[in-house]
């Protein structure tokens, strides 16, 4: 099946640091990302949808300004979880959507950890 | 919120026993989606059904989908300890592509 790498896998950052993770897919083109945060032992929250070419669009609650979000590529998405705190330590998903095949493939995950 | 219920929360069998997971959901959909989770890993995409479809087969996975109800339920056949991951469903209602998953069961299947 295609592939979606995340970069970093793993991060710890000092509070009121920013952070950046990057989405790629490596085998097809996806004009439309989508990144997710999932809580220990809780399922996926869609954070927003990211466009190729245009804004992202950006779930209720979540802060635009806090999660910047770049997908400059058709294959590739980042995320810049600004001005860190503790509460944003999480499981950050990314997922690129295969539009022939309806499906989302998704990436290993970025765990961030801040102090 | 819109997101979707699955039952058991958590599921505890043997090797060689069936595991039955269900996924009911809120909104009509133009296909509902099973992911596999191995723990702090991302999801694996498992098998889409959908809305005009009734019963899906891949391996020993299958798939039920019942619209009326909007109801799914997946199926896996003699399973293996490594077979042992949170299963999620998702439903795809057309909405810009996006996808609404359930709450999750956890499967583990010992020897």
């Known amino acids: 099946g295609a592939v979606v790498s995340q970069h970093p896998s793993r991060v710890i950052c000092k509070s009121g640091t920013s952070v950046k993770i990057e989405c790629r897919s490596l085998?097809?083109?996806?004009?439309?990302m989508f990144w997710y945060r999932q809580f220990p032992k809780q399922s996926l929250m869609l954070m927003a949808t990211?466009?190729?070419?245009?804004?992202?669009?950006?779930e209720q609650g979540v802060e635009k300004d806090k999660f910047l979000i770049n997908h400059a590529s058709l294959t590739l998405s980042t995320l810049t979880v600004t001005s860190a705190h503790p509460e944003d330590s999480s499981f950050y998903i990314c997922?690129?959507?295969?539009?022939?095949?309806?499906?989302?493939?998704f990436g290993p995950g970025t765990r961030l950890l801040v102090l | 919120s819109q997101q979707g219920e699955e039952d058991p929360q958590a599921l505890s069998i043997q090797e060689g026993e069936n595991a039955t997971m269900n996924c009911s959901y809120k909104?009509?959909?133009?296909?509902l989606q099973w992911y596999r989770q191995n723990s702090g890993r991302g999801l694996v995409h498992l098998i889409l059904?959908?809305?005009?479809?009734r019963e899906k087969h891949s391996g020993r996975l299958r798939v039920t989908l019942d619209t009326s109800k909007k109801s799914s339920s997946l199926l896996i056949t003699a399973s293996r300890a490594a077979d042992t991951a949170s299963y999620f469903c998702?439903?795809?209602?057309?909405?810009?592509?996006?996808?609404?998953f359930g709450t999750g069961t956890r499967l583990q299947v010992t020897l």
């Open positions: 997922s690129a959507r295969d539009t022939l095949l309806e499906t989302q493939y």
């Open positions: 085998d097809f083109q996806a004009t439309t």
């Open positions: 990211s466009n190729e070419g245009s804004k992202a669009t950006y």
């Open positions: 909104t009509s959909i133009n296909n």
């Open positions: 059904i959908r809305s005009n479809e």
């Open positions: 998702a439903t795809d209602a057309g909405t810009a592509s996006k996808l609404t």
